[in-house]
């Protein structure tokens, strides 16, 4: 065994890390699709203020975190039907009242370095606790997904002709954001509050550049969110870095990764029909 | 004859400015159906309200004998809308994704794609000859393309209504041709009724058995035979309108 999977604490931070990096982009994906990227950050300023609220109040701040982006992700729902052509007004919303509440919650409490962790995720805090609570919630959010994910794809892709061909596109709608916020509430004690959306986001963001049908997009997004927490506990660990910075710039590595092996290839491709068009001259 | 739309005294606003008022509409099975009128007159309103995409404040539809409220099978009613060519073009799904994405009803819980959805994948992609695309991402495709899978995705449901909002825009002459050749095989040998709006008012009175004129909130049938411009026009915009001739 390596000895970084030696200690016990790195263990359960991989088994976290890794449900995690299964869930982010799963959800990511369909984020992007519908443009939605907003939503992640806004859900996880209202989760702040879910983890500020139990801490002061003594509750488990995952399940606080949870409940506090439920809400708001319904907040969210309801308030884009009042401005329907407004979509980002009702994301907005939602975002500066997180913030306001996450400010002031933090200001009465006196847990700072405890917040920090929520913040910008931890490896060393990880408890069994938190373990067992990530793998279950990832779990049910992982089922969720394969049993939904023909008709949000379709959704995605269009909206009226899915709601014709028999996709519950109202309540699969609200299922979606409320699968949004589980997946904050499950991230962000090893990614972090902060860069929770980054993860949906990024690894996605690198598979659109290659895939060539959504299987595959789904499979390289989930598989770059593996390689990414993967390198990024590791560095963490070594380096003594946040594990949520490392996770997410290794992300951003992969997305340049994949930038230069597409030029490459390309120039390569290039070279290659522009020798064999002098050879047919 | 067998009526398999109709729409009886619908009055229909999206706030306060009414678009359809006391409008009726009946259609045939069988009937190839061109719908016509000024750009907002209310054709693709019109199509919504049939489809219950959108709910008249007054009046009734029936789809196949059975009020919009009680009608179940939507998977025999095929709709292809005017903004469905404004997808995102970087979207990553292939043709065979697309078209599969319409038997959402019929694949199980898990929503495999089983043999026999791939046997009806194939056939309505040969229906409208784009075999060869199947693995091609959808926005790799020419816009007349595009449209023929669009097609093709609304075909595997096995429909016997299929609503088209403008889908010749934006195609060359060449895929109209062909695009009415395709409809014609729906509408002659599959036996399909069709309803399409299209601007062309010329070549949709060539095309279709009838013709509904949209236009001063109110819907006018005619016979595409006996159809008259003239009388179109003074229909929907008025009589005050001059008719403008150009000759090229
Ligand atoms: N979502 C909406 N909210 C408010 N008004 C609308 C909406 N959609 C359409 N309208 C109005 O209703 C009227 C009918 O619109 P509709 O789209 O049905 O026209 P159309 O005949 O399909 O036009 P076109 O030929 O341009 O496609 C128009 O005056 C339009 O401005
Ligand atoms: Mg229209």
Known sequence: MPEILTYSFMQRAFIAGIMVALICPSIGIFIVLRRLSM???????????????????GVYPVYSALVFSVVAALGVEQLRKTYKDYAELSIAIVLSTGIGLATILISMGNANAAIFSYLFGSIALVSSKDVLVVVILSIIILVSILLLYRGLFYISFDEEAASLSGVPVKWMNIYFIILIAGTISVAMRIVGILLVSSLMVV?????????????????????????????????SFYADLAPGGTIVLSAVGILVGVFIVQGLSRSITNNRSYESSWEKI | MKTVVEAKNISFKYDVVPVLEDANLTVYEG????????????????????????????????????????????????????????????FPA?????????????????????????????????????????????????????????IARTLISNPQIIFMDEPLVGVDLESEERFYRLMEKLNKDLGITLIMVSHDIGVITERTNRVACV??????????????????????????IKLLHHRH
């Open chain 1, 203 to 235: 690894p996605v963001a690198a598979s659109l550049q290659i895939a060539k049908s959504f299987k595959a997009a789904w499979f390289y997004s989930v598989i770059f969110g593996l390689l990414s927490v993967i390198i990024g506990l590791t560095l």
């Open chain 2, 31 to 90: 009937d190839f159906m061109g719908i016509v009128g000024p750009n907002g007159s209310a054709k693709s309103t019109l199509i919504k309200l049939l489809l219950g995409l959108l709910k008249p404040q007054q009046g009734e539809i029936y789809l196949m004998d059975k009020s919009l409220q009680n009608f179940k099978e939507w998977h025999s009613i095929g709709y292809i809308s005017q903004k469905v060519k404004g997808f995102n073009n970087s």
């Open chain 2, 215 to 240: 236009g001063k909130r109110q819907v006018f049938v005619h016979d595409s035979k006996t159809f008259n411009n003239e009388e179109y026009i003074k229909s929907v915009y008025g009589d005050k």
């Open chain 2, 94 to 150: 292939t043709v065979e994704e697309i078209v599969a994405a319409n038997l959402y009803k019929e694949m199980g819980v898990f929503k495999f794609i089983r043999a026999k959805h791939r046997e009806k994948i194939d056939e309505v992609l040969d229906i409208v000859g784009m075999t060869d695309y199947k693995k091609r991402l959808i926005g790799s495709l020419s816009g007349g393309q595009q449209q023929r899978i669009f």
């Open chain 1, 39 to 57: 939503i992640g950050d806004t859900l996880s300023h209202v989760a702040l203020a879910g983890v500020a609220a139990g801490m002061l109040g």
